[in-house]
């Protein structure tokens, strides 16, 4: 039986577990003439025996498939033959992999090594009793739910009561989920970082001006531990968002002003959406328009000029980020302008300042707080922006502050080695999860910071 | 102490000057601070519109492909020469040949392994499959003559576009002399010509451009999407209605609050870290399938999801509450039955706007491995697969110029599907969403 085969029959007998329930509620006070009897209507007993039957064999359901794999593939190794079981853990990776191929069809199954084929074999054989197992589990715990239940019905149940318990459990377990992702980031992240941090001294991967995460194919090989010092990577990120925050802050902060203040409402209505159209792109598209457009062009005004403008130069990809974080700053920006009452903007008046005078002394000044929050968040934004460098910024990991030459990024370097197959153990692989580490916390930093920002140093007006 | 300095006399004439020739500075400031923000509008509208157009010009090239016209005899000692007719026997038909036969039939002068060669590049390799899928579908079409419009190779389309320049010694780029002329004979008999890319709508991923498609990325968003929307929709409604409507204020729901804040903000990426270490590595759910695809984007748009439904329960005024309350409703028959349809359309507004950022997504799916080269459309929810954005990032990377125009093309197809997604947002908020 398909796990597919079993939720299906899962549901059918959820079904028949409420209309059995309903039809107890109603047979318990004889029929629907002494429904006024019952607590609560009908189909709440329904609901109730139908919750019971479906619930615990969900959850085990559930546990079983998310365990299933892994202890039915320890089962196997460790009955592999002793020459096979013995092999370093990424070779035995590898054999595991030809196993599950065969099993998934990927391979056929003659042309596979014997062993591998009676391995093959004890998985599928393993996982159809399982399977068989789970299926004879789900329907017993499905069907001694409706019984338990059906037994239990009576006019002075509260059924209702019970349901919507159950009901508001559910909707706790759902908003736990984002706490939970949390978690998991925190911990997938810093568990791996940790095991690179084993490896790798701390101080070498934050201090080091070296970086090279080429791993050993043999033992011997020159250079074989690679060196991971992520200077390069966190100065090419920064210049990179510092181009991007040169070109997104004052287009956006300006036409926020100009939208806000000075522009007439049909127009404005018009080119608000237009420019918010920016926010809505996905960004591989900004990374194919800065590789194959932005850059060339880049090249070619440099040679005019006489400049030697590298192909994935950090300037492009800056340029289109800054592009891309535009509305960002514009929108958020926009809002704060039009937080600030009119009363302000009419004293200045009063005073003779004209419309700029206004503005940048009263308005901009009562809206910084929101402003300057705006900046902090498309900044941790533009750090963790990854399609646009990846496809522009390129893999170079120059130290270096001219613009026009080929930088990498955190996120960059993240994709590089974590795309293709690895193991999960070489210190390449782990070295991703250190930078992620490290662009998590940097963006959560600034998330907090700005959110801080706001708060405290609001104007409240009224 | 410093002496103050002597207030100079001036006369009316004297200040009046002063006063205009301030005012004109400060006039011109202001024009100045005005120009300012019109150029600021202006530049961002300009890009938007510069990027569109280059996209089309690029990408408008790729919904027509160069076809090559050809009368095809389908001999039965070629295809079936035992007489069987058996599907099997079919498929394993030399169909190449039979094209070599049916171009050799067109250009009898063309003598020579060389020249047989050349004049077999003109046609897409992928040609003989569409033949062998023509002859399997229908086998009475064995022993017949038909005409048919094979597709021809990534050079002669690129040529026919205009996209490589001719060489004055009768080449263009990889294609000879000898080439050249036999291509000026077929566009003169009209045997050669562009037209719709049907390839491209209905054919997964390949090396060659001319047989590469979107369908396989097309149906592998479309399996992911789908997924993530079955998961996202009820979790996040059902953490709105919580935090919302039952979750009394205290510390326990600020955290919940703060950390739904928070993960909005986390970069896509690092989600993308996430679904490797715990759905792969710790689960070992299957690599590059759209199962885990659709687990990292839910992840991701639940933070969107919530804050949007909680928006749209904020707005449903608190008299229908009491109204229900005092009718003798529960909470929850007062949530499920009054409050929660009012604020549906404001919820799958958020959930649409989710869904569509959802869709453009790529970062956390090069982490999980669907960025695999997939030429099978996939089938199924754990087929691997690739999704729309990851082929654009695919196909961006191939050296051959013709992935260009097929790389904007798919990205049209992209920006498509995100236009109509955002016309239904738009569409329920104006419809449907009521003001109190």
């Given at each position: 039986m398909t796990p597919a085969a079993i939720l299906v029959v899962l549901v059918g007998l959820t079904l028949v577990a409420y209309t059995v329930g309903k039809h107890r509620a109603l047979a318990v006070v004889g029929g629907s003439r002494g429904i006024r009897n019952l607590h609560s209507l009908p189909s709440y007993y329904g609901a109730l025996t139908a919750l019971w039957c479906a619930v615990p064999a969900l959850i085990v359901f559930a546990l079983w498939m998310a365990f299933q794999?892994?202890?039915?593939?320890?089962?196997?190794?460790?009955?592999?033959?002793?020459?096979?079981?013995?092999?370093?853990?990424?070779?035995?990776?590898?054999?595991?992999?030809?196993?599950?191929?065969?099993?998934?069809?990927?391979?056929?199954?003659?042309?596979?090594?014997?062993?591998?084929?009676?391995?093959a074999t004890e998985y599928m054989s393993l996982r159809e009793t399982s399977r068989l197992a789970l299926a004879g589990l789900v329907v017993a715990l499905g069907v001694v739910g409706i019984v338990v239940v059906r037994a239990k019905i009576s006019a002075s149940l509260r059924a209702r009561n019970a349901v919507e318990k159950m009901v508001e459990w559910a909707l706790i377990a759902c908003s736990l989920i984002a706490v939970l992702t949390t978690v998991g980031i925190i911990a997938s992240v810093a568990f791996e970082a940790a095991r690179f941090f084993s490896k790798v001294p701390w101080y070498e991967f934050l201090f080091g001006l070296h970086w090279s995460p080429q791993t050993a194919i043999r033992a011997d090989q020159v250079g074989a531990s690679g060196s991971f010092g992520a200077v390069p990577l966190f100065w090419g990120t920064i210049m990179i968002s510092g181009i991007a925050m040169l070109i997104a802050v004052p287009i956006g902060l300006f036409s926020a002003i100009y939208l806000a203040e000075y522009a007439h409402r049909r127009f404005r209505a018009w080119t608000k959406p237009f420019l918010e159209v920016l926010a809505g792109i996905p960004t591989v598209v900004y990374g194919f328009f800065a590789a194959l457009t932005v850059a060339p062009a880049l090249r070619g005004w440099g040679t005019v000029f006489g400049l030697d403008v590298a192909s994935e130069s950090a300037l492009a990809a800056g340029l289109v980020m800054g592009i891309m974080i535009v509305p960002f700053v514009s929108s958020l920006a926009d809002d704060m302008i039009t937080a600030v009452p009119q009363s302000l903007r009419d004293g200045a008046y009063a005073l003779g300042a004209t419309k700029s005078e206004t503005i940048k002394h009263v308005v901009i000044r009562?809206?910084?707080?929101?402003?300057?929050?705006?900046?902090?968040?498309?900044?941790?934004?533009?750090?963790?922006?990854?399609m646009i460098v990846v496809m522009a910024a390129g893999l170079a990991a120059n130290l270096t502050a001219n613009p026009f030459e080929a930088v990498t990024t955190v996120t960059v370097q993240i994709v590089s080695l974590l795309v293709g197959d690895q193991e999960f153990d070489s210190a390449r692989t782990l070295a991703a999860f250190a930078l992620g580490l490290v662009l998590f916390l940097v963006t959560l930093g600034l998330n907090v910071l700005a959110l801080h920002i706001v708060k405290r140093y609001r104007e409240q007006y009224e | 102490m410093s002496e103050r300095?002597?207030?100079?006399?001036?006369?009316?004439?004297?200040?009046?000057?002063?006063?205009?020739?301030?005012?004109?500075?400060?006039?011109?400031?202001?024009?100045?601070?005005?120009?300012?923000?019109?150029?600021?509008?202006?530049?961002?509208i300009a890009f938007v519109v510069f990027l569109f157009v280059t996209l089309f010009v690029q990408g408008a090239s790729a919904f027509r492909q160069a076809y090559v016209k050809v009368d095809v005899h389908y001999d039965p000692a070629m295809i079936d020469p035992a007489g069987t007719r058996k599907p099997e026997d079919i498929a394993a038909a030399n169909y190449q040949?039979?094209?070599?036969?049916?171009?050799?039939?067109?250009?009898?002068?063309?003598?020579?392994?060389?020249?047989?060669?050349?004049?077999?590049?003109?046609?897409?390799?992928?040609?003989?499959?569409?033949l062998r899928d023509r002859v399997m579908s229908s086998p009475s079409l064995i022993g017949r003559d038909e005409t048919v419009w094979l597709l021809a190779s990534a050079e002669v389309d690129q040529l026919l576009k205009g996209k490589v320049p001719r060489q004055p010694n009768g080449r263009s780029g990889a294609l000879s002399a000898r080439q050249m002329d036999w291509i000026g004979q077929l566009t003169a008999s009209d045997a050669l010509e562009l037209r719709f890319n049907r390839t491209f709508f209905t054919h997964g991923d390949s090396r060659d451009p001319e047989q590469a498609g979107v369908w396989g990325a097309v149906m592998g968003s479309i399996f992911t999407l789908t997924l993530t929307l079955l998961l996202s929709f009820p979790i996040g409604a059902a953490a709105a209605i919580y935090l919302e409507e039952f979750a009394s204020r205290n510390r326990w729901t600020d955290l919940i609050e703060v950390n739904i804040n928070n993960l909005a903000a986390v970069p896509s990426i690092v989600f993308g870290l996430l679904g490797l270490?715990?759905?792969?590595?710790?689960?070992?759910?299957?690599?590059?399938?759209?199962?885990?695809?659709?687990?990292?984007?839910?992840?991701?748009?639940?933070?969107?999801?919530?804050?949007a439904s909680r928006a749209a329960l904020k707005g449903v005024p608190p008299s229908i509450r009491e109204a229900a309350l005092g009718m003798g409703a529960s909470k929850i028959q007062m949530v499920v039955h009054h409050v929660l349809p009012l604020a549906m359309p404001g919820m799958l507004t958020g959930t649409i706007i989710g869904m569509a950022r959802a869709l453009g997504e790529t970062a956390p799916l090069l982490m999980i491995g669907m960025v695999a080269f997939i030429v099978d459309v996939p089938k199924g929810f754990t087929d691997p697969a690739t999704v729309l954005p990851v082929q654009v990032f695919l196909w961006s990377d191939s050296p051959?110029?013709?992935?260009?125009?097929?790389?904007?093309?798919?990205?049209?197809?992209?920006?498509?599907?995100?236009?109509?997604?955002?016309?239904?947002?738009?569409?329920?908020?104006?419809?449907?969403?009521?003001?109190?």
């Open positions: 794999d892994g202890i039915i593939t320890a089962l196997v190794v460790s009955h592999l033959p002793p020459d096979l079981r013995n092999l370093t853990p990424s070779q035995l990776g590898l054999a595991l992999n030809d196993v599950r191929n065969v099993v998934a069809g990927n391979v056929p199954f003659d042309a596979a090594r014997p062993e591998i084929q009676a391995a009562a809206a910084l707080p929101g402003i300057v929050g705006g900046v902090l968040l498309a900044i941790s934004r533009a750090v963790g922006e990854t | 300095p002597a207030v100079t006399a001036r006369t009316p004439q004297q200040t009046q000057e002063r006063v205009a020739q301030s005012l004109r500075r400060r006039y011109r400031a202001e024009r100045r601070f005005r120009f300012y923000g019109m150029l600021a509008v202006f530049l961002g040949a039979l094209i070599r036969v049916a171009l050799q039939k067109r250009f009898p002068q063309v003598e020579g392994r060389q020249a047989t060669r050349e004049l077999m590049r003109l046609v897409s390799s992928g040609a003989a499959y569409d270490a715990v759905f792969i590595g710790f689960f070992g759910l299957p690599r590059s399938a759209p199962v885990v695809g659709a687990f990292v984007l839910t992840l991701l748009t639940l933070p969107t999801i919530i804050i051959e110029r013709a992935f260009v125009e097929r790389t904007s093309g798919a990205i049209i197809v992209l920006l498509a599907f995100l236009v109509v997604m955002n016309a239904a947002a738009v569409i329920l908020r104006n419809r449907f969403e009521r003001r109190w």
